[in-house]
């Protein structure tokens, strides 16, 4: 299995262009079902998890023509409704062709995915909001069986703001019989860029971006053409790039206002922050200070940023308490940065971070996406070799991560695994 070898210390310059957004290219690609014809959806990010996605596509019969960031998805014929396990199994977002497919075919049969590494991550108040919408759910064999001659609307009270939850909702929403309210949604921006995607399909959604969505009913849809907004997590952690090896990163073709709660930290670190319309200027300086962060829901702190800031923070001057509000089991990167030298302590949801002058190279992996660009980014700062292991995970959901890294004048590397 290939590594990423880093030999930490350089301090990160330059500009980098931010590619578009994972978690919104997967609810496109799947919305793009929805309707007959060719969609063409721009911007789309060169990583795993939409190659998995694509793959799915095509087995419910929709055909891919993609060039560079241009996917075409023709699903003039989508012939199946059934997404495999073994798909399924290694992208819990398989989950959000249910409402795609019900919309469509009015039927859907989706593998159950497994619990995975950041939680146990139930799907429950998806199945319930469809069962209220009066589709018949059904759990049989490790497959979510749901079938709807009609969905009806209603109004659905979501008991957590569930972010592929609110997209499965909406897009199951689109044609059914009657107006469907969504309250308690879910506020990121990839909820709005997927409502605006719909939008330009035929359909009728207000309200995106706030916590109720009202879904009015259309009869058709029709194929369209969306471009998908610039990745705030990737643009994120590029900003904790710079924070941590005090350099200056010049982070283009991404949206400001999606990265306020981030930004707003590093300031209070002592990093230097400079918005521009589509630019963020961040400079880092040795020794930042030590910041608290609770995750939350949109506008709130990421949980996808958590485990970047926790690498920060294990420099800093003092003490900082990280709380996990969102997964009951992301701290997975704990136990690799104390082997870098790091002082973290995990007291329940929060981890207490005592900064330490140095980390050291080490050979470390990671269990999931976020955790292991936390490890990436340690290696930039630590003194000496860092051997990063599993890169699969960070290829789910970063673009050229250490092409971007070295055209910063990073010393990282990644070597290709022996074929077994
Ligand atoms: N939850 C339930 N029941 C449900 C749905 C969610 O209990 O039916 C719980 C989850 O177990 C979790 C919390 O609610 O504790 C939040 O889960 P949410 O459903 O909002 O997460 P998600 O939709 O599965 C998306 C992103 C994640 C991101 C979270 C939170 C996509 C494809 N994935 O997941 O992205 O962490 O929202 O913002 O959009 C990543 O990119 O690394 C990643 C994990």
Do not use: W
Request: with cysteine; proline share 4%.
């Amino acid at each position: 299995m290939d590594e990423i070898v880093i030999n930490g210390g350089e301090i990160l310059n330059g500009r980098i262009l931010i590619s578009g957004a994972k978690n919104a290219a997967l609810p496109a690609l799947a919305a793009a079902i929805m309707a007959p014809g060719v969609t063409a959806l721009t911007n789309i990010p060169d990583v795993k998890d939409v190659r998995v996605m694509s793959e799915l596509l095509t087995q419910l019969g929709a055909e891919i023509d993609r060039v560079t960031d241009t996917f075409r998805v023709n699903a003039s014929d989508i012939t199946s409704f059934e997404a495999p396990y073994n798909l399924v199994r290694t992208m819990r977002a398989s989950v959000l062709l249910l409402g795609p497919l019900l919309s469509r075919l009015g039927k859907a049969r989706v593998s159950l995915p497994g619990g995975c590494a950041i939680g146990n991550r139930p799907i429950d108040i998806h199945l319930k909001a469809f069962s209220k919408m009066g589709a018949e759910v059904e759990l049989r064999h490790g497959m979510i069986d749901i079938r709807a001659d009609k969905l009806t609307g209603g109004i659905l009270v979501l008991d957590f703001p569930t972010v592929t939850g609110t997209e499965n909702i909406m897009m199951a929403a689109v044609k059914a019989d009657d107006v469907t309210e969504i309250h308690n949604a879910a506020m990121e921006p990839e909820i709005v860029n997927l409502a605006d995607m719909l939008n330009s399909m035929g359909a009728e959604i207000e309200g995106a971006g706030t916590d109720r969505i009202v879904v009015h009913p259309v009869k058709s849809l029709n194929a369209c053409e969306h471009r998908i907004i610039p990745d705030r997590i990737e643009a994120g952690t590029f900003a904790a790039a710079a924070a941590i090896t005090a350099g200056c990163i010049q982070i283009c073709n991404v949206i400001p206002g999606h990265l306020t709660s981030l930004l707003s930290k590093l300031d209070q670190a002592g990093v230097s922050i400079a918005v521009e319309k589509d630019r963020i200027l961040v400079q880092g300086v040795p020794g930042p200070k030590a910041v608290d962060i609770q995750t939350a829901v949109y506008p709130g702190y990421p949980t996808d940023l958590q485990a970047q800031f926790m690498a920060l923070m294990c420099l800093a001057d003092g003490e900082s308490v990280i709380t996990e509000t969102i997964f009951e089991n992301r701290f997975m990167h704990v136990a690799e940065l104390i082997r870098m030298g790091a002082d973290i302590t995990i007291r329940g949801r929060a981890a207490i971070v005592r900064g330490v002058d140095n980390l050291l190279g080490s050979e470390v992996m990671a269990t999931d996406l976020r955790a292991s660009a936390s490890l990436v980014l340690a290696g930039l700062a630590a003194q000496g070799r860092t051997r990063v292991l599993r890169v699969y995970h960070l290829d789910r959901g970063y673009e050229n991560l250490v092409g971007k890294m070295q055209s910063m004048g990073a010393d990282i590397q990644r070597i290709p695994g022996r074929k077994p």
